[in-house]
């Protein structure tokens, strides 16, 4: 992680240093006074409901303030005109003395997935810095990039956004050697407009590339990527596509097996997790891996090794036998016709349990109406829905569809309907909290994926 003194500072984000002594060395970054680092660099940031300057005291252990105005406390503090922008700048100086190479990525759907896909890709060859969490916005990723240690091999930056503009900035900070777009899809329509719009912002991350050299990985089954690609001239292209066409190609076979072929090597190995869309971001990875110099040996057994993360497509099992999809922690509806997908591919009694989609602007109604069709098209027995705008939803699926204030409500009635031979989805937007319908049944993680296969040609 970061190590300076507070003129190093100062000189990195063309601040001006007050109230202390330059030499005065923090390590690491913090920007919550209620979660403390000692001995750190505090950054007070400002918004339009908060200010953390105004809760600076004078026992704070922090080494050094980063601040917009010379505060009352015994801290040298570093004063600049932006404390968000010289966050980002810092970061920015930070990842200019590391020899990482790095990996930026974005996208509507998939981009979290394929993140830890990559990271187990990279942890078979060296040493990887990736996003933890949902660090992935203007903060996020600075944080993320002042705690890389310097020796670090790869780093794989996620970057989300919810309105044109943020992810060149955090492009900008991050300098990536190798670029990626998942796909654009219906999320955020309310901070970016239209779909254009979506696709438009996603392709800001290609602006972090150096001028000549870089890698752009275009996701050749995106209705985007010629657009992507004319933006890419002056760099390398690295084209990865289910449908064939590209370097890295991917052949999937329902539910969960995929022909991986790089540049004509092949390997077949088995996801742990099901879907065409699981598989498409495997290619990603792979994609984005072999970007970086990584073998297709590798690259395979990494995939091979990987598991979900709670709350993206986590298959569990209820005491009753039931088969629960565990797809959580977000939603918007090009992702859930994804898990669609998977429910309507299992056998038995299929429930669709659905929160409201958030950042929808004025297209939530009819997409709400749109997705309750669309389960009942699916061939979905039932959809469970939670939040005022999934309520079109419920009343769109017809029979069995039914729609519940509360989460309580909806457990009670989910549980009723639990038994062998039934499975389930459960998906929504953060906003509406699904994991706590989860929460409150007796579940036990699958096995699945423990014994993947990787078998060459």
Same mark, same amino acid.
């Given at each position: ?261 790089? =540049? @004509? !090597?092949?390997?077949? $190995?088995?996801?742990?997790? #099901?879907?065409? &869309?699981?598989?498409?971001? %495997?290619? /990603?990875? +792979? ?66 349990? =659905? @929160? !409201?989609?958030?950042? $929808?602007?004025?297209?939530? #109604?009819?997409? &709400?109406?749109?997705?309750? %069709?669309? /389960?009942? +098209? ?68 699958? !096995? ?10």
């Amino acid at each position: 992680m970061i190590r300076m003194t507070g003129q190093e500072l100062a000189d990195a984000v063309r601040g001006r240093l007050e109230n202390g002594d330059g030499e005065r060395v923090f390590e690491g970054v913090f920007t919550d006074t209620r979660q403390p680092l000692e001995g750190g660099l505090f950054v007070a940031l400002r918004g339009p409901r908060f200010d953390a300057h105004e809760h600076v005291a004078a026992d704070l252990p922090a080494a050094v303030l980063l601040v917009e105005r010379v505060l009352d406390v015994p801290h040298p503090q570093v004063v600049v005109a932006d404390t968000g922008e010289a966050l980002g700048r810092l970061a920015q100086h930070w990842r200019r003395r590391s020899r990482a190479r790095v990996i930026a990525l974005t996208g509507s759907n998939g981009k979290t997935t394929t993140k830890e896909m990559l990271r187990c890709i990279l942890e078979g060859v060296g040493s990887v810095h990736a996003t933890q969490g949902n660090l992935n916005n203007e903060i996020g990723v600075p944080l993320t990039l002042l705690a890389m240690p310097e020796d670090t091999d790869y780093a794989v930056i996620e970057m989300g956004a919810n309105h044109a503009g943020e992810i060149g900035r955090m492009a900008r900070w991050t300098e990536p050697m190798v670029a990626m777009i998942t796909n654009a899809g219906r999320a955020h329509l309310e901070g970016f407009g239209s779909l254009e719009g979506v696709a438009h912002a996603k392709a800001e991350i290609f602006s972090g590339l150096p001028s000549q050299g870089g890698t752009a990985v275009i996701n050749l089954d995106d209705p985007f990527a010629d657009y992507w690609l004319s933006l890419n001239e002056h760099h390398h292209c690295q084209r990865f596509s289910l449908e064939g066409g590209g370097e890295i190609e991917g052949v999937w076979q329902a539910p969960d097996r995929l022909r991986l072929t790089i =540049l @004509g !090597a092949g390997r077949d $190995l088995r996801l742990a997790s #099901p879907g065409r &869309h699981v598989a498409a971001n %495997a290619i /990603a990875a +792979a994609a984005a891996a072999n970007a970086v110099g990584v073998a297709i040996d590798a690259i395979a057994n990494g995939l091979a090794g990987w598991t979900p993360v709670q709350g993206r497509l986590q298959e569990l099992w209820h005491v009753s036998g039931a088969r629960l999809w565990d797809d959580t922690y977000n939603a918007n509806p090009d992702s859930l016709r994804a898990g669609l997908e998977v429910l309507a591919a299992m056998p038995g009694r299929r429930i669709l349990v =659905l @929160g !409201a989609m958030g950042e $929808l602007g004025a297209e939530t #109604p009819v997409l &709400h109406r749109e997705t309750g %069709a669309l /389960a009942r +098209a699916m061939g979905v027995d039932y959809c469970l829905a939670l939040g005022e705008a999934a309520r079109d939803s419920a009343e769109a699926f017809g029979e069995g569809g039914e729609w519940f204030a509360d989460h309580d409500a909806l457990r009670t009635r989910l549980e009723a309907l639990l038994e062998d031979e039934t499975t389930v989805l459960i998906k929504g937007s953060r906003s509406q909290h699904m994991e706590r319908i989860i929460e409150g049944l007796e579940t036990a993680p699958s !096995a699945r994926g423990a014994a993947n296969a990787v078998r060459a040609d």
